[in-house]
């Protein structure tokens, strides 16, 4: 207990990631030229994570359809690369019906479709060009399925990243030049254990920030961190994708890495054939399995003077804590997680709204950042195979200093008498949103629909999120969606925010529906 109290005691001596500016981290595609169709084995077939690479054609329609089998409780993963702003549509049909449902994410983590959405169709605009994985997650019972991807193309796919070599020290650098807006990749191998440190500085300071995945999916740093210096533990041996990404002016970057420990393995040639890839589950912030696997979030309260909250616990092995915090746009949030044992707990960190900015296969156990939005932000302590005391520290400003005000409150939406459909009409201000609340319980059917006007390119002018007060996103604001059908996790109150980047005031009309059984 002694050696806790001086863990908390020492709470602000713990170093924190530098953050600056947003972009979004563009992960290298590999795109086949032939439609590849595969057959999954039997309802004997023991589940897999093995993420099975699906090939659509060199020219439009880009059209893939998979046709296999599943027992009950089994998970199939299919790994694709799409291009930002294309628009994916996915259709799964099963027998019996309703058998299995739905996920998507992106390689950096991005979650599209959570498997708690309870979802056999999505469509949406993904956000940016690298690999997908779509998985197929068989109900209670064997389940024969056919599944539909559709891709419409957009732009030409990036050039591969320029690898980044490491002496006999474990160091590399390598220096360049950033256009606006743009992405530069670079890729490193890195071994299982090592620690690795990456650091980026920019002329004019601020001017771009780090994003890093691995080439099996797990983020190690998000680009909604807005971050420009990461340290921690590789989990895997593979290659690293480094991206550097520009602001809205020219810059000069200087991009330096540091290995520690074991030496890096080296990178075994590409064979001549495409691999599959083997993903890690769903990086999603947020667990998938069970409802049991959810913690309840502990809302965190600011200390006096209102920009430090601090919590202390214990959980025993492979357990998890969760709590939740406002957070205003623009706001620099540092979250400290100090340990007895010092590696018994990794922390996670994601918006209301589904974006994810620390995640959990990163093992770290501090994070720094400024904030992307005006929401709550959840906060995950995963205990390592051992029990673990921990003291948790969140502190929080804007530029000026000033603590963050608090997620202005949502409408809520009451159904009346006998009815199972409420319509809702407003106008959502400038570059703002719009925040409503519903009661609704497990297992019911939910649908959500928003009317808004069409802008030049043809994409909707505001689009939604949706997520439960546990933290559950059914629908990230990532995607530029305007419906949403499936069935809820959990009995709670659901999110439903409305939001605008438009610079005029959106005119809107939102339909909520939940039917009788």
Not at 14 to 43: D, E, F, I, M
Not at 154 to 182: K, Y
Not at 227 to 250: E, F, S
């Amino acid at each position: 207990m002694r050696l806790f109290l001086r863990l908390l005691a020492g709470l602000g001596l713990l170093l924190a990631l530098v953050a600056c500016t947003s972009g979004s981290p563009t992960a290298p595609p590999v795109l086949p030229t032939s439609v590849s169709v595969t057959q999954v084995s039997g309802p004997t077939a023991a589940p897999t994570l093995t993420a099975i690479r699906i090939a659509f054609p060199a020219e439009p329609p880009l059209e893939a359809r998979i046709e296999g089998d599943l027992p009950a409780g089994a998970l199939q993963q299919y790994r694709f690369p799409a291009r930002g702003g294309e628009t994916l549509t996915l259709s799964l049909i099963t027998e019996p019906p309703q058998g299995a449902v739905l996920s998507l994410w992106g390689a950096d983590g991005t979650v599209l479709l959570s498997n708690h959405a309870g979802a056999q169709h999505w469509s949406g605009e993904v956000p940016s060009t690298q690999d997908y994985i779509v998985a197929v997650l068989s109900r209670d019972q064997d389940v024969h399925y056919l599944l539909t991807i559709q891709r419409v193309a957009s732009t030409p796919a990036p050039s591969p990243p320029a690898r980044l070599q490491l002496d006999a020290h474990g160091q590399g650098q390598v220096e360049g030049t950033l256009q606006p807006g743009e992405i530069r990749p670079f890729a490193v191998s890195a071994q299982a254990g090592q620690e690795l440190e990456v650091h980026l500085s920019t002329q004019p300071p601020g001017s771009a920030i780090l994003a890093i995945w691995g080439a099996d999916g797990t983020v190690l740093l998000s680009d909604h961190a807005t971050a420009t210096q990461w340290r921690g533990k590789i989990p895997q041996t593979q290659d690293y994708m480094l991206a550097v990404i520009g602001g809205p002016n020219a810059a000069t970057f200087t991009l330096t890495v540091q290995a520690r420990g074991p030496e890096p393995q080296a990178t075994p040639e590409s064979p001549s054939t495409p691999p599959k890839a083997t993903a890690t589950p769903a990086p999603t912030a947020t667990p998938t399995a069970s409802a049991a696997q959810h913690p309840q979030a502990q809302r965190l309260v600011f200390e006096p003077g209102g920009r430090t909250a601090q919590t202390l616990g214990v959980l025993e092995a492979g357990q998890q804590a969760r709590y939740v915090i406002s957070g205003r746009r623009g706001a620099t949030m540092t979250v400290t997680l100090s340990l007895d044992p010092a590696e018994g707990a990794t922390l996670a960190i994601w918006g209301a709204d589904g974006t994810v900015l620390l995640s959990d296969h990163a093992g770290a156990t501090h994070w720094r950042g400024v904030l992307p939005a005006d929401q709550d932000y959840y906060i995950q302590v995963m205990a390592a195979p051992e029990k673990v005391y921990y003291a948790l520290r969140v502190d929080m400003t804007d530029a000026a200093g000033a603590a963050p005000t608090p997620t202005p409150t949502p409408i809520r939406i009451t159904f009346p008498p006998g009815g199972t459909a409420m319509r809702v009409e407003g106008e959502v201000p400038p570059q703002d949103a719009v925040y409503y609340v519903l009661r609704a319980a497990k297992d019911q059917e939910m649908r959500v629909r928003l009317e808004v006007p069409t802008q030049e390119d043809g994409t909707p002018a505001a689009r939604l999120s949706i997520w439960g007060a546990d933290g559950t996103v059914l629908l990230s604001g990532h995607t530029v969606a305007t419906a949403w059908t499936g069935t809820l996790p959990a009995t709670q109150d659901y999110f439903i925010l409305i939001q605008t980047n438009r610079n005029t005031a959106v005119p809107y009309r939102l339909e909520v529906e939940i039917p009788a059984p």
